[in-house]
């Protein structure tokens, strides 16, 4: 029992530390992922630790950009413990309204523009203007400072944030003029966010930002950036008329300030009449429309149908832009492409929801070139050599391709899992460009965020089934070893206590007979000789202790078997039977037939157990001269038999007194048979057979169970 302890000890120990050493990697890891500092990788094209709420990001020219204004768009990453640090990135604003900058000590993101705890620090352009303020579900603003000359779209401003305990700065530098903002705020120590990640987010505006970087912050960095700024402790009040109209006034003149071009407007056709207009003239055609797509090609749609711009000039464009576009149209099958294009930006605008159809309607060619909405099982995923991302979907027997060409987003894909159903949005398109032939029509995605997952795989699928399956085969082989490691320890256990058992009959049983026996002899010895009847009941008596002697010995050779587990079956059997014969006239005779193989510790007590009650039997009462023990090993199975020459008996004859009932109950309980036959005056045989794993298996309980009847 000691040992099973120590054992079980052992277990646990190695447990803890195995467990304290997987933590003690994963922290390390977590550590070494989203420690500080930090610096994007914008410029190699990577952005595996950053998560898109919403918009359509992607990397170019080294330098993270979000074309989409479609509810406001954040892009997050960092540690979740990052506490006291600063921020700074370059940030470059995409369209005349809106705003734009660096979410910091953000937690609890979820899709939506104000939908996370943090603070968030940006440039907004209609009252050019540094903002900065508390989200939580909602928006508090705390402060805004005027940037002088402005806040301008498509030039690049240097913001930086501090966080230190609950006060968060932050400031605006225009590179070009050097003309700065600084806007700060600070929380009670019951209310404030004191750890978050970082994010980029815009608003109602694209954005783009490079050289994000991130340290950790000490008191002075703050005091150095604040300086003796007014410090916001409250969030502002409702703007008042008059700070409504000085705003507009602001964003009217940044407008007006802008150089304009005198310009004819257009005649302008629906985009339903494009394929019309191709056969009938070969001038240039104009259209108005929204934008759906800006790459890898322009697409343009109105409320009548969609139309793509392969080569269009270098207008920087985002989704949901009103712009005008003048070109020459060029038929395709199911829509019309417009070449030799010159775009122009209208205003900024959202992007308009998509249509929402099934797949055998995107397969008749009916939406080419418009932005639409489908729900499909996914059946692959590729990733190309140039970052494009592939999926293969199906819904029925209709099987289409998404498309994403060239995004970071692309290796984030641990939430496409093959059997899903997933709500897909992009621009359909039925260009042979594009599908190759190989489906009807394929869907050009923005960013990884127009896809989203409606259901799981079903749980039967393939790989849950396999995986089932593994999971109940190992850990049915778990408690197959456990068990068979607790019945070799249980056994042990009773091995250890048969021979404290031994130990203690030998002690006092054993020595209680010899002292009687002494004890009658002296007694005898005192006694007149002429007292015959005396001395025949004493001889008797001495003759009974003697016989309780050699059973008392017999007894302790049974249970103490001499290091059963450590020595073969034979040698021990041997042992005990010439103990048991030790000094009289028979002869035992010890015999193996094949090769000895280790044979499993409860196979091995039995054997054992029914082998010297065989011998014990043919010593007290067969009255032989010579005992045969033969141990016959055979592929799968060992056959023990032990004969003698004595006088026999009949079995119908005998009672259970000679121990038969116990000897067959112990060989069934390993799956084992007896066969035991005796000839009056022609000796008796005991044969036990059971049933042995392979050698390299020898630790299983493979036992057959015999057929007693084919034995005999």
């Known amino acids: 029992m000691t040992r099973i302890r120590r054992i079980r000890r052992w277990i646990i120990l190695s447990s803890a530390v195995l467990g304290g050493l997987v933590m003690l990697s994963i922290a390390l890891w977590q550590a070494l992922r989203t420690g ?29 950009r979000n074309d989409s204004d479609d509810r406001g768009a954040k892009f997050m990453t960092g540690s979740p413990n990052w506490r006291d640090y600063s921020v700074e990135a370059d940030v470059e604003l995409l369209g005349h309204s809106g705003d734009a900058g660096l979410v910091i000590r953000a937690t609890d993101e979820e899709q939506g523009i104000d939908s996370y705890r943090g603070y968030y620090a940006g440039l907004r352009v209609p009252d050019g203007t540094l903002t900065i303020g508390r989200a939580n579900y ?56 004191r750890t978050g990640r970082i994010g980029l987010r815009s608003f109602m505006t694209g954005g783009v ?85 800006a790459k890898p090609a322009l697409y343009v749609e109105d409320s ?28 395709n099958e199911f829509s019309a492409t ?31 070139a418009r932005f639409v909405e489908l729900e499909a099982f996914l059946d692959t995923v590729e990733e190309t050599v140039d970052k494009s991302l592939i999926l293969s979907l199906h819904d029925r027997e209709q099987r289409f391709r998404a498309i994403l060409k060239g995004s970071s987003e692309n290796q984030r894909t641990s939430s496409l899992t093959e059997g899903s159903r997933l709500r897909v949005r992009g621009v359909c398109v039925a260009s042979p460009e594009y599908t190759n032939h190989l489906s009807p ?141 030790a ?45 045969g023990v033969v141990a016959e090993y055979k592929a799968q199975e060992l056959i023990l038999t032990v004969e003698d020459n004595g006088i026999g008996f009949v079995r119908e004859e005998v009672s259970e007194g000679f121990g038969l009932l116990g000897m067959t109950k112990r060989v069934e309980s390993v799956g084992g048979a007896i066969c035991i036959k005796s000839v009056p005056g022609a000796g008796t045989s005991v044969q036990i057979a059971v049933s042995l794993p392979r050698p390299f298996m020898s630790g299983w309980p493979s036992y057959r169970k015999y057929d007693r009847a084919a034995m005999s």
Not at 261 to 289: D, F, Q, Y
Not at 590 to 599: D, E
């Open 441 to 581: 029509f394929v869907v050009l995605l923005r960013s990884m965020g127009d896809l989203q997952r409606v259901a799981g795989p079903p749980w039967w699928s393939k790989r849950n089934i396999i995986a089932i399956v593994s999971g109940i085969v190992f850990f049915s082989l778990l408690a197959c070893m456990f068990y068979i490691r607790a019945e070799q320890w249980r056994l042990r256990a009773i091995l250890q206590e048969r021979q404290r058992l031994a130990h203690e009959l030998h002690d006092t049983l054993a020595q209680s007979f010899a002292g009687i026996g002494f004890q009658l002899r002296a007694i005898a010895k005192r006694m007149p000789r002429d007292l015959h009847a005396l001395h025949e009941q004493l001889e008797v008596a001495s003759q009974l202790v003697a016989q309780g002697h050699q059973e008392a010995r017999r007894s302790i050779s049974t249970l103490r078997p001499g290091g059963l587990d450590s020595i073969e079956l034979l040698p021990a059997l041997a042992h005990t039977a010439q103990a048991m014969v």
């Open 209 to 293: 930002w490079k050289n994000v970087h991130v340290v950790p912050a000490a008191e002075a960095d703050l005091l150095q950036m604040a300086g003796t700024h007014d410090i916001s402790h409250s969030r502002l009040v409702p703007l008042t008329l008059q700070q409504v109209l000085d705003g507009c006034k602001r964003a009217l003149k940044s407008q007006l300030d802008r150089p304009s071009v005198p310009r004819v407007p257009a005649h302008t056709e629906p985009i339903r009449n494009l394929l019309v207009a191709a056969e009938m003239k070969t001038s240039p055609t104009s259209i108005r429309g929204a934008v759906i797509l």
């Open 304 to 331: 009548t149908g969609g139309v793509s711009i392969p080569q269009a000039n270098d207008a920087p464009l985002k989704v949901g832009d009103e712009v005008e576009v003048t070109g020459i149209v060029k038929q």
């Open 583 to 627: 000094g009289g006239p028979v002869t035992v005779d010890v015999m193996a037939k094949g090769s000895s193989w280790q044979i499993p510790l409860k196979v091995a007590d039995v054997l054992y157990r029914v082998g010297v009650e065989a011998i014990a039997n043919a010593v007290r009462h067969a009255q032989a001269t010579r005992i």
């Open 36 to 64: 500080l500092p930090y610096h994007d990788s914008f410029s190699v094209g990577r952005t595996t630790e950053w998560e898109s709420y919403d918009g359509t990001w992607s990397v170019a020219g080294g330098a993270a």
């Open 338 to 368: 417009m070449v030799n294009a010159t775009v122009r930006l209208l205003w900024a605008g959202t992007a308009s929801p998509p249509l929402a159809i099934t797949v055998s309607q995107a397969a008749t060619g009916a939406f080419d």
């Open 138 to 193: 909602g928006w508090a603003e705390y402060q805004n400072s005027v940037m002088p000359g402005g806040i301008k779209p498509f030039r690049w401003y240097h913001v930086k944030v501090v966080a230190y305990g609950c006060t968060v700065a932050a400031s605006a530098v225009n590179p070009d003029t050097g003309e700065s903002a600084i806007a700060a705020l600070e929380e009670d120590l019951n209310s404030c966010s």
